[in-house]
């Protein structure tokens, strides 16, 4: 799972990394993100690959009658991605969603009373992306169109099946030379592997 990460580098920095620029950098601020409380993150989607944008955490699907399911669509599992109802008309609309590290709590007891926390990153802090699908959904009562986003989560890999002892999830991070690969609709490639755990 991934309910919390972080993006602690500026915006030149994003902009130089991923090639692109940002729709609007005025409203961007480094910082840590809490998925639970819905915030504006940047993204680059397939329809504006060159574009950094801000989109909310947690997606609304377009037929949804209101926001209240984003609480459950933080995450997205992608085993499931083409089954369920909240993410199978979103599966063409792929998204990077930006970071530099995420957070993982350890179980140190049976019922989590006793939590360990971890950041995760890659060597160097380094920015990468997680794999992500977007929707525009359209608030009928004032009339606002919201962009939000889920990030894909896979099976945990040795390091993180050790830090999430519970569900045994991650997210999916994908390798730098495949990003523009997977905005263009092709095989998904991960590099879960070179993630690094700090105890915090």
């Given at each position: 799972m991934c309910f919390h990460s972080k993006q602690s580098k500026s915006a030149q920095?994003?902009?130089?990394?991923?090639?692109?620029?940002?729709?609007?950098?005025?409203?961007?601020?480094?910082?840590?993100?809490?998925?639970?409380?819905?915030?504006?993150?940047?993204?680059?989607?397939?329809?504006?690959?060159n574009t950094i944008q801000l989109f909310n955490w947690g997606l609304i699907p377009f037929w949804a009658?209101?926001?209240?399911?984003?609480?459950?669509?933080?995450?997205?599992?992608?085993?499931?991605?083409?089954?369920?109802?909240?993410?199978?008309?979103?599966?063409?609309n792929r998204c990077l969603i930006l970071a530099d590290g995420f957070y993982e709590w350890h179980w140190l007891d049976e019922k989590g009373k006793q939590k360990q926390k971890y950041e995760m990153t890659l060597p160097n802090n380094e920015l990468f992306a997680f794999a992500g699908l977007f929707s525009e959904w359209t608030d009928q009562s004032t009339?606002?169109?919201?962009?939000t986003y889920t990030i894909l989560t896979t099976e945990a890999n040795e390091l993180m099946s050790k830090i999430h002892n519970t569900k045994k999830r991650m997210p999916v991070i994908i390798s730098e030379n495949n990003e523009r690969n997977w905005l263009n609709g092709e095989e998904l490639i991960m590099q879960n592997d070179r993630l690094t755990a700090t105890e915090i």
């Open positions: 920095e994003l902009q130089n990394r991923f090639r692109a620029k940002f729709e609007n950098e005025a409203l961007f601020t480094p910082t840590v993100y809490n998925g639970f409380q819905f915030p504006k993150t940047p993204v680059i989607t397939n329809k504006k690959t009658k209101d926001d209240s399911i984003k609480k459950n669509t933080l995450n997205a599992r992608i085993e499931t991605i083409h089954e369920k109802p909240s993410f199978r008309n979103s599966v063409n009339g606002e169109i919201l962009s």
